[in-house]
């Protein structure tokens, strides 16, 4: 039985830069194409809500699976005397040990997106081995597809400084996971802020804005004529997920790559797979995948085995920080 292929959405991006509120914006965007309600539970199956931020107050959009509902920031806190971000990471570090039930879930709701909401810093998801790990989980199940989508605060990034560390930010992650990374500039609503968007399209126009101010550093600009290159390997949207604004660019985009990987693998038989392995991006285990649940199932026990000893180690960690920070 062939199934059709999953794009998961990573949102990531600086405290405050409108994750929460963008994630909620694609999950609605997705489910004007993408519908199939789920008769028990009344959720939109086709798009699949997750929240990885454990110390999230209020989510916005509907949830398939939410981190909250296994682990509790405030009790790892108060049982284990943990501050908040030794919390946050141990909650990571713990949901990656169950990363097998995650998997599970999306396999059993067979979404066609996944939105997943990550913490608030960034650095929590990109920076932790249970980021990468869970990224890479993520898109070694087969027909999936990993797409991250880095979130910048299109107000903040008005001043030179916070819009080139951004930019370094998203070179960081691409590189950290290998996935495809595009920028996602929110707030495009706040005056001014087509100031961002220029500066993304006309490189000696960011330059010329640096010349005119007296403090920025010869470093500065020399990253800012990295940045040229840096443009030719992202995608730039500019979306204000307050308005629902820069809907059709993104949308085009993500469906664009669902033609070129899933459409091809819809309806093929076995002489097609070459096919097929031109819209995938070449690994064995994703081609697996495509022969039936009881190989995909192997394909998961695999790939979970190699992650097992690195899994292992997270364990040790967690108990290293339990014991260290517990003193019950
Ligand atoms: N004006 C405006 N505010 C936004 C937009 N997106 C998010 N916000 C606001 O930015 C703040 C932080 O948003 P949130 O989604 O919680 O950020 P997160 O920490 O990255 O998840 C909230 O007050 C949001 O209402 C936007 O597109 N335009
Ligand atoms: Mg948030």
Redesign the pocket.
């Known amino acids: 039985m062939d199934r059709k292929r999953t794009t998961i959405i990573v949102v990531l ?10 994630a909620q914006r694609l999950y609605s965007w997705l489910s004007e194409k993408h519908c199939r309600i789920n008769r028990e539970t009344g959720m939109n199956d086709e798009v699949f809500g997750a929240n990885l ?1 454990p110390a ?1 107050l209020a989510t ?1 959009m509907p949830l398939h699976y939410d981190i909250r509902e296994i682990i509790s920031v405030a009790d790892l806190m108060e049982r284990k005397k943990l501050g908040p971000n030794g919390a946050i990471l141990t909650s990571l570090n713990l949901f990656v040990l169950q990363i097998d039930a995650f998997i599970k879930e999306i396999e059993k709701t067979s979404p066609r997106y996944v939105v997943i ?1 990550t913490p ?1 810093q960034v650095e929590m998801f990109t920076t932790s081995t249970s980021g990468y790990l869970l990224t890479k989980c993520l898109a070694k199940s087969p027909n999936t597809q990993v797409r991250m989508l880095y ?1 910048v605060d ?2 903040k990034a008005q001043s030179q400084q916070c819009f080139v560390s951004n930019m370094v930010f998203a070179s960081s992650v691409r590189m950290r996971f290998q996935e495809e990374v595009s920028i996602v500039v ?5 005056e001014h802020a087509d100031t961002v968007e220029k500066w993304t399209r006309d490189f000696d126009l960011f330059l010329n804005s640096l010349a005119q101010e007296e403090t920025i550093s010869p470093t500065l600009r020399s990253i800012a004529l990295w940045m040229e290159e840096f443009y030719n390997n992202f995608e730039i949207f500019h ?5 629902g604004t820069g809907k059709s660019a993104l949308l085009h985009s993500l469906s664009a790559e669902e033609a070129s990987g899933v459409e091809g693998a819809g309806g093929a038989k076995d002489g097609d797979m070459s096919k097929i392995k031109d819209g995938m991006r070449g690994d064995a285990m994703r081609e697996d995948g495509m022969r039936g649940d009881e190989t995909r199932d192997n394909a998961i026990r695999e790939n979970s085995s190699k992650t097992r000893q690195t899994l292992e180690d997270i364990q040790n960690k967690v108990n290293d920080i339990a014991i260290s920070g517990g003193k019950d």
């Open positions: 991006g600086m405290a405050g830069c409108g994750k929460t509120t963008f931020d999230c916005k909401d608030g979130v299109g107000e929110n707030k495009a609503d706040f979306v204000s997920s307050v308005l």
